[in-house]
């Protein structure tokens, strides 16, 4: 289970970190790092697709018992953690739970990650990015904190370093669909061209289904680009089975495509 999670945002990989814990927990009811991990993923999955209220609950309840069994446990406060910031979006509890793992472990790439992207969600961006920048120090080939830095240099119009970082991001998970279209936004706006985001997307297509990147407008104009300016090129070329599993993300793209297209 430590091989897949943390460190991915990725559905399938969250789900088969769900059945490896609770395989865990048939043979240990007690033990106390996987029910942490367990609540973790748990809200994980909840975060990416699963909007259940029941999971939500289900991981805290995992996770207050593994603090039960050992009150120390930096996992759980980890996944104690990540249930305010992505289960409530209660940013100070977060940030409450994230400086007590920092604590135990003052070091941890991963945690000082967590304090980063909560503090640019409370728009200290600049406190973010200082974070994230140690972060990164610490652990120069996580990808998921290269992505997240190169999100947060666009609210301070830092674009030429976002695409250096996003460039590393790809480079180091080329089947990430966030990675690539963070670059070809960040491309499109250091060169103030559509094109250069669209040979962003040429280069992306030999590794991701292209219609998973376009969860943000700008990048629907880049995708129409790609397809020469053509709006109903474009939106003939999509297909709802390959956008993810957010479908009003895909009702919103055809509606601002066909809109463009006339």
Same mark, same amino acid.
């Given at each position: *289970?430590?091989?897949?999670?943390?460190g991915?945002?990725?559905?399938?990989?969250?789900? !088969?970190?769900?059945?490896?814990l609770r &395989?865990t927990?048939?043979?240990?009811?007690?033990y106390?790092?996987a029910?942490a991990l367990?609540?973790w993923?748990?809200?994980a999955?909840?975060w990416v697709?699963d909007?259940?209220?029941?999971?939500?609950?289900?991981?805290k309840?995992?996770? +207050?018992?593994?603090?039960?069994?050992a009150p120390?446990?930096?996992?759980?406060h980890?996944g104690?953690?990540?249930?305010?910031?992505?289960?409530?979006?209660?940013y100070?509890?977060?940030? +409450?739970e994230?400086g007590?793992?920092l *604590?135990l472990?003052?070091?941890?790439?991963d945690?000082?990650f967590?304090?980063?992207?909560v +503090?640019r969600? &409370?728009?200290?961006?600049? &406190?973010s990015?200082?974070?994230?920048?140690?972060?990164?120090r610490l652990?120069?080939?996580?990808?998921?904190?290269?992505?997240?830095?190169?999100?947060?240099l666009?609210f301070?119009?830092r674009y030429?370093e976002?695409v250096?970082?996003?460039e590393?991001?790809? !480079?180091?998970?080329p089947?990430?669909?966030?990675?690539?279209?963070?670059?070809?936004? *960040?491309?499109?706006t250091?060169?103030s061209?559509?094109?250069?985001?669209a040979k962003i997307?040429?280069?992306a +297509?030999?590794?991701v !289904?292209?219609?998973r990147?376009?969860?943000?407008?700008p990048?629907?104009?880049?995708?129409?680009?790609?397809? $020469?300016?053509d709006? $109903?090129k474009?939106?003939?070329?999509l297909?709802v089975?390959?956008? $993810?599993?957010?479908?009003l993300s895909?009702?919103e793209l055809?509606?601002?495509?066909?809109? *463009?297209a $006339?």
């Amino acid at each position: *289970a430590r091989e897949f999670f943390p460190g991915t945002i990725d559905d399938t990989l969250i789900r !088969q970190t769900i059945t490896l814990l609770r &395989q865990t927990l048939a043979l240990d009811p007690d033990y106390a790092s996987a029910l942490a991990l367990l609540g973790w993923a748990e809200i994980a999955q909840f975060w990416v697709t699963d909007k259940e209220p029941s999971r939500l609950a289900a991981a805290k309840e995992h996770l +207050e018992r593994a603090l039960a069994l050992a009150p120390g446990l930096f996992d759980a406060h980890v996944g104690m953690g990540y249930y305010h910031y992505w289960g409530r979006l209660d940013y100070e509890p977060a940030l +409450e739970e994230f400086g007590k793992a920092l *604590a135990l472990r003052p070091n941890d790439a991963d945690v000082l990650f967590s304090i980063g992207v909560v +503090e640019r969600r &409370q728009g200290k961006i600049e &406190q973010s990015i200082e974070r994230l920048n140690l972060a990164m120090r610490l652990n120069p080939r996580a990808h998921l904190i290269l992505w997240n830095q190169s999100q947060s240099l666009t609210f301070v119009d830092r674009y030429r370093e976002k695409v250096e970082l996003a460039e590393k991001a790809v !480079q180091m998970n080329p089947a990430s669909p966030a990675a690539w279209s963070t670059l070809a936004y *960040a491309a499109a706006t250091a060169e103030s061209s559509l094109e250069a985001g669209a040979k962003i997307l040429a280069r992306a +297509e030999k590794h991701v !289904q292209l219609s998973r990147l376009l969860y943000l407008r700008p990048l629907m104009f880049i995708y129409a680009a790609f397809h $020469g300016n053509d709006f $109903g090129k474009a939106l003939d070329s999509l297909d709802v089975t390959s956008t $993810g599993p957010d479908p009003l993300s895909f009702v919103e793209l055809r509606y601002v495509l066909a809109h *463009a297209a $006339g």
